[in-house]
């Protein structure tokens, strides 16, 4: 017997499990309704009010936060709710700094896509026009840039520095036209709790959190993150052979999604120049390129040289436990010392 629930969304029978909400039922089932501050990885809030639907026998709702219930009947669209959502786009968006030609989330923002659907465009805000935001860029982060003045206040950000990231550094200030996301005392975000782990910046909708360094992918290929021993899968990005970006693989069981800065914003090492490539070992005083044969007998002769307290092993946070502790083993049943650390963390 199956536990779905069958409504009804626009004539559709749709089938979803008890505790979906309408919006992701009718995502989920390739049926658009429009949203901003709607996120499938976080608790849902419902402040943009865009995902407004009407339910048979019902007033309008906002459909991320109405589950599903046997036997509804849902429209998204009609002549009520058509202007409600205008009405509430054009607000949400009056001071919005459109320039989409010059904008890194150009074809790829969900604004774009919200606008295009209600039918609002730069023209037809200039009749409710205030006067345009000027906050200043926060270039402060070395890894992405904060543009408050492209900022749709959907509140994602927020919500996955506190839920996901738990770090909680970034919140909503000031209030009506002035309303802005902030750190604590409106501070550039380098001198806040901030990591860098670009959590909010792979989850804003718009163009006003994006990476300092962005090209788009020529091809992406799906693998482990080299860095650290937790192995989170990524998703790498190349183009002309270098690497160019990097994002979480969605549902991984390691990392459920989410990246650390390292492997978000850290592979840039793959391409630099000072990068070794071979191995080498130290002949006369110089590096020369060495095969792995002579490079290990080398090592092996060198450990042999060395008993007890003389030598010490420092293992890496880039080895998995195994390794860790083959190390240690190595170290104690062989070498003969307890000299043994570890840096917990690159
Ligand atoms: S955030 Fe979206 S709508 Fe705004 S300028 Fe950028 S691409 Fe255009
Ligand atoms: S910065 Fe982006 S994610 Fe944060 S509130 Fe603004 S639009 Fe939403
Ligand atoms: S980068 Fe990470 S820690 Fe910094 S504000 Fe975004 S989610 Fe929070
Ligand atoms: S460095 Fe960060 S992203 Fe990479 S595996 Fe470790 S925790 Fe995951």
Redesign the pocket.
């Known amino acids: 017997m199956s536990d779905l629930i069958t409504l009804t969304i626009d004539g559709r029978p749709v089938q979803a499990a008890p505790g979906t909400s309408i919006l992701r039922a009718a995502l989920d089932s390739g049926i658009y309704i429009p949203h901003l501050c709607d996120h499938p990885d976080l608790e849902p809030v419902g402040i943009c009010r865009l995902c407004l639907v009407e339910i048979e026998g019902r007033r309008p709702t906002v459909s991320c936060k109405t589950p599903v219930e046997e036997g509804l009947v849902v429209r998204t669209s009609s002549a009520d709710l058509d202007l409600i959502r205008k009405v509430n786009l054009e607000l949400l968006i009056v001071n919005h700094d459109y320039n989409c030609q010059s904008c890194v989330k150009n074809s790829k923002c969900q604004l774009q896509k919200v606008t295009s659907y209600v039918g609002v465009d730069e023209k037809s805000l200039r009749r409710v026009r205030k006067p345009e935001l000027d906050h200043p860029l926060d270039t402060s982060n070395p890894f992405f840039t904060r543009d408050m003045n492209k900022c749709v206040l959907c509140g994602i950000?927020v919500r996955?520095?506190d839920e996901i990231?738990g770090?909680g550094?970034?919140d909503f200030a000031f209030r009506g036209t002035r309303t802005k996301i902030s750190v604590l005392g409106d501070k550039p975000?380098l001198e806040s709790a901030?990591?860098?782990?670009?959590?909010?910046?792979a989850r804003c909708p718009v163009g006003a959190l994006v990476p300092v360094k962005f090209e788009e992918p020529a091809y992406e290929v799906e693998t482990v993150c080299p860095y650290c021993g937790c192995g989170c899968g990524i998703i790498v990005g190349a183009r002309g052979g270098r690497v160019v970006s990097s994002r979480a693989v969605p549902g991984n069981q390691v990392n459920r999604g989410s990246l650390c800065v390292k492997g978000r914003f850290g592979l840039g090492y793959v391409n630099h120049p000072g990068r070794l490539t071979a191995l080498l070992i130290r002949k006369d005083g110089e590096l020369v390129e060495a095969a792995w044969d002579e490079a290990l007998a080398l090592v092996a002769e060198k450990l042999n040289s060395y008993k007890g307290d003389q030598f010490a092993a420092i293992a890496s946070a880039k080895c998995t436990s195994e390794d860790s502790y083959v190390i240690q083993k190595f170290a104690r049943a062989v070498m003969g010392t307890n000299n043994i650390d570890h840096c917990a963390r690159l």
């Open positions: 950000c996955t520095c990231q770090d550094c970034i975000i901030c990591v860098s782990c670009g959590e909010c910046v």
